[in-house]
């Protein structure tokens, strides 16, 4: 009778008081080290007519996780996996094995300061689906409109939820996800009165904002790192007009132009990784979803070094593993993937500028943070640097930090500088395409003054002699 009563007492905790969903609790994963906080992961229907559903993982904080904020976490490609990019090879809690049968911990993952859910957006990455093939014609637009939905259905399902802080976080191609979701979420918090997200920040790394801004400073990059001459450099600065620059191809460029882009990315081609200068051409799956975009964006034909692709590509498609998070519940004719290859996304949408996304939402109060590791040349620091000191000039905004070192474990983290109390540029030394994944605790480091709401530390504790 006393374990019948605890029986219901348990599921009621689950189920009802604490508005969690049993049925996408993850009682463990295969191959999972013992953790103290729950997994859930599962489908949050976004159109039900067109039978469009977008699958998600959510990892609770490591510890209180009652009194830790909500962040969300988008992967770019555009149509790579925030499931087995963000949250198993970057910031969740943990790693695929090397034999890709089982997993280890990620000891610098973001849920020791976070709640942290992952979603495979848009409809056609990973197990997320639609039973309307035309779904995946898609771009900007839908993608923002589906993930307003599904954060209004996730919300039902995680009630407790409603009035956490929400962090609003994600890199490369979510240069454009998630200011443009935070825009659809600004609009319904001005038309509701009920229920309001409560947005508390908005973190995006290596973003893709500016094509024409952004495009430049890859060649600028090569050129000041040694990997282009001079003579190229000169060609490209004064053969292109970048302010006429598009994502498709030819790019709206003179042929001398393309002619010298051509022999730039074919000067450092397929020697270097892109993603972070100072390794060798050895790609983590992570990498395929910026492949993608520097194709988007480059039009070129990329060899792919598939190293370390398929760990996750295998752990992901054991049968075992897709029946404990609930996932390939439609049976999908085809098998799991990093990057989507049924998705044809618009390229007209690169060349959106994301510039007055951003404004808009500073002057909703929200503090937004722009990181970049210093190793990218896909989307380099030197125009996210740029467009961030451009936006505060628009806006008026005084600088409140001067550029100047960050610190953690007593060496230099970066550099950073903030304007107006509100608006913070930083790099992280040493870090690639991929923050998370190249520098795990430097981006820890900077995640926790994001998510505090405090300054990155610009001493080191105990000082160096």
């Known amino acids: 009778m006393a374990a019948a009563v605890a029986v219901v007492v348990g599921c009621v905790l689950l189920g009802g008081v604490w ?9 463990r994963l295969p191959g999972q080290p013992v953790v103290g906080f729950r997994q859930f992961a599962g489908y949050v229907d976004v159109d039900e007519k067109a039978g469009r559903s977008l699958f998600y993982y959510f990892a609770e904080a490591a510890e209180g996780a ?38 280890r911990l990620n000891k610098k993952s973001w849920n020791k300061v976070s709640n ?9 990455v990973g197990w997320s689906y639609s039973n309307t093939s035309s779904d995946y014609n898609t771009g900007d637009a839908r993608t923002a409109n589906d993930m307003y939905k599904f954060l209004l259905g996730w919300y039902k399902k995680f009630p407790e939820y409603r009035s956490r802080g929400l962090l609003l976080s994600g890199e490369s191609y979510a240069g454009h996800y998630i200011p443009q979701l935070t825009d659809v979420l600004l609009t319904h918090n001005e038309k509701s009165n009920g229920f309001k997200f409560n947005i508390k ?9 500016k094509l024409d801004r952004d495009v430049p400073a890859t060649y600028e990059y090569f050129w000041s790192h040694g990997m282009i001459s001079d003579e190229i450099f000169l060609s490209i ?27 730039a990315n074919s000067i450092v081609g397929d020697y270097v990784n892109n993603y972070d200068v100072i390794l060798d051409v050895c790609y983590p799956s992570i990498v395929m979803q910026e492949l993608r975009l520097r194709k988007y964006v480059t039009k070129m034909s990329i060899g792919v070094d598939v190293c370390m692709t398929y760990e996750r590509y295998f752990y992901f498609n054991l049968p075992e593993v897709q029946q404990a998070l609930h996932a390939n519940r439609t049976h999908l004719p085809y098998g799991w993937s990093m990057c989507s290859d049924v998705l044809n996304y618009s390229n007209k949408d690169g060349n959106i500028n994301i510039l007055p996304l951003l404004q808009r939402i500073v002057e909703h109060k929200i503090p937004v943070w722009v990181f970049s590791g210093d190793q990218d040349s896909v989307v380099p620091l030197l125009g996210s640097r740029t467009l961030v000191r451009e ?6 905004l005084h600088v409140t ?54 300054r990155l530390p610009n001493t080191t504790h ?4």
């Not at 936006?391 to 008026?396: I, K, N, Q, S, V």
């Not at 105990?462 to 002699?465: K, M, V």
Request: hydrophobic share 35%.
């Open 66 to 103: 009652a009194a830790k904020p909500l962040t969300l976490w988008l992967n770019g490609g555009p149509g790579c996996s925030s499931v087995g990019g963000g949250a198993f090879t970057e910031l969740g809690p943990f790693y695929p094995r090397g034999d890709g049968r089982g997993l």
């Open 391 to 396: 936006l505060a000039h628009d806006m008026g």
């Open 462 to 465: 105990p000082p160096i002699n």
């Open 401 to 454: 930090v001067p550029y100047s070192s960050w610190f953690r474990r007593g060496q230099v983290g970066g550099w950073v500088t903030e304007y107006g109390n509100i608006l913070t540029f930083a790099t992280v030394r040493g870090a690639s395409h991929m923050v998370p994944f190249a520098q795990p605790d430097r981006a820890l480091g900077l995640f926790q003054s994001f998510a505090l709401g405090r």
């Open 19 to 27: 508005g969690f969903p049993e049925e996408d609790l993850v009682a």
């Open 237 to 263: 600065s004064h053969s292109c007009d970048f302010e006429d620059y598009t994502f498709s191809n030819p790019h709206n460029e003179s042929k001398s132009c393309n002619d010298a882009i051509a022999e």
């Open 201 to 209: 920040g908005v973190a995006i790394g290596n973003p893709l904002l």
């Open 116 to 124: 942290l859910l992952f979603v495979e957006s848009p409809a056609g």
